[in-house]
């Protein structure tokens, strides 16, 4: 089984989203992980299956994203990579993620 790459950054998200989950609930805190480890899995075998983002600075043109299913409040940002996929970001829909791969419109702040 192809298994996904995290990087740095994409893990210290993954804890931090589940640190604060765990705070309250560690069961849940685990689900989420557990979910998002296996979606990023899947994606590593559908390289191509989440959309590009839109209109992006050249350095992400060939970012992808995908909504972790069951848990539609995260979001994979991912880079198909060699024969897997590095995830680079691990996101809470209510982030402002134009500030992690800004587009042409909304320039880095």
Not at 33 to 58: C, N, V, W
Not at 92 to 105: I, K, L
Request: hydrophobic share 40%; glycine share 2%.
């Amino acid at each position: 089984m192809i298994q996904a790459r995290f990087s740095p950054r994409a893990g210290r998200d993954l804890d931090e989203h589940c640190g604060h989950i765990a705070a309250d609930n560690p069961e849940a805190a685990e689900r989420v992980r557990q979910t998002i480890l296996k979606t990023a899995d899947f994606l590593a075998q559908h390289r191509e299956l989440g959309p590009r983002i839109r209109k992006t600075a050249s350095r992400h043109t060939q970012i992808r994203w995908f909504v972790v299913p069951k848990f539609s409040n995260y979001l994979i940002f991912y880079q198909p990579f060699q024969d897997t996929i590095m995830v680079v970001r691990v996101l809470h829909a209510a982030q402002d993620w134009t500030r992690c791969f800004p587009t042409s419109e909304n320039p880095p702040v």
